[in-house]
T-cell receptor, first 112, second 108 residues
Framework: DAGITQSPRHKVTETGTPVTLRCHQTENHRYMYWYRQDPGHGLRLIHYSYGVKDTDKGEVSDGYSVSRSKTEDFLLTLESATSSQTSVYFC???????????FGEGSWLTVV | QKEVEQNSGPLSVPEGAIASLNCTYSDRGSQSFFWYRQYSGKSPELIMFIYSNGDKEDGRFTAQLNKASQYVSLLIRDSQPSDSATYLCGSNDYKLSFGAGTTVTVRA
């Protein structure tokens, strides 16, 4: 299995609080991605990174920010969590286009 | 419009039958595609990539790519109850776009 871990795996937080999810890889892969998955929508890209300090928005980036200060870590931050951000969040990594994409085990976030 | 669309499903097939899943994409520049399988509560796992027009077979799975018509399909032959899962197709460009998924149930 690819060395990719997400933390926390489960979190319940209150509306308006900041939340940070961490994706950590030991594969030294260049590309890292954050997705959210909701019933009927599949995996929707939030943000992705193509290198240290190089990030770009995906299709559902509003309300989310990311940072990648080291190759191995990609952080997803909800500045002020809302109930609509209740979801399962998956991190993914790949060495490059055309290569296998490896997924983390997911982070279940509930905003109450 | 999503870059990758999966409109079929949910799909229910009897054990031993062929399950057929379809996907269309909008970007003619997309070069390669993949199919992932996801069991409930788990992360997606790769079934196969496909790069070239035509068919690619791997065991009971056959992926088909038609670049002229911009669709990708997956056939699951001799479906088993263990194939019951959600299947995700996507384009393997730098943004890794996924379809919404098709949930397959194989009835014993």
């Amino acid at each position: 299995d690819a060395g990719i871990t997400q933390s926390p795996r489960h979190k319940v937080t209150e509306t308006g609080t900041p939340v940070t999810l961490r994706c950590h890889q030991t594969e030294n892969h260049r590309y890292m991605y954050w997705y959210r998955q909701d019933p009927g929508h599949g995996l929707r890209l939030i943000h992705y990174s193509y290198g240290v300090k190089d990030t770009d928005k995906g299709e559902v980036s509003d309300g989310y920010s990311v940072s990648r200060s080291k190759t191995e870590d990609f952080l997803l931050t909800l500045e002020s969590a809302t109930s609509s951000q209740t979801s399962v969040y998956f991190c993914a990594i790949t060495p490059g286009v055309g290569n296998t994409i490896y997924f983390g085990e997911g982070s279940w976030l509930t905003v109450v | 419009q999503k870059e990758v669309e999966q409109n079929s499903g949910p799909l229910s097939v009897p054990e031993g039958a062929i399950a057929s899943l379809n996907c269309t994409y909008s970007d003619r520049g997309s070069q390669s595609f993949f199919w992932y399988r996801q069991y409930s509560g788990k992360s997606p796992e790769l079934i196969m990539f496909i790069y070239s027009n035509g068919d690619k077979e791997d065991g009971r799975f056959t992926a088909q790519l038609n670049k002229a018509s911009q669709y990708v399909s997956l056939l699951i032959r001799d479906s088993q109850p263990s194939d019951s899962a959600t299947y995700l197709c996507g384009s393997n460009d730098y943004k890794l776009s996924f379809g919404a998924g098709t949930t397959v149930t194989v009835r014993a």
